[in-house]
């Protein structure tokens, strides 16, 4: 059991080095600092036919982007683990 935790361990600081994973944090951080989005989000609350501007919002539009990327990378690795569960060679 304490291999596999290591081995975890491991993957998760593949992981972190990912330009992926770099990127999406990256973009993630201006994110929080833009305050016209935040400020747009927020009368979204109140105003849903403000949702065209959301999404026309050049830090939101690359903020889905990475958030596609990272979703292909997961997905890249689940279907790399079924491949080694259904061949019964789990030996993370």
Not at 5 to 30: A, F, G, H, M, P
Not at 43 to 65: A, M, T, V
Not at 75 to 85: A, F, G, P, S
């Amino acid at each position: 059991m304490e291999e596999l935790i290591e081995k975890i361990d491991n993957l998760i600081s593949v992981l972190e080095t990912q330009d992926e994973v770099i990127e999406i944090r990256k973009v993630n951080e201006e994110l929080k600092n833009d305050k016209e989005l935040k400020n747009l989000i927020e009368r979204y609350k109140e105003d849903k036919s403000l949702l065209k501007e959301i999404e026309n919002n050049k830090l939101f539009q690359k903020y889905k982007e990475k958030e596609t990327d990272l979703n292909i990378l997961i997905l890249k690795i689940n279907k790399r683990l079924q491949e080694i569960t259904n061949k019964g060679n789990c030996h993370l």
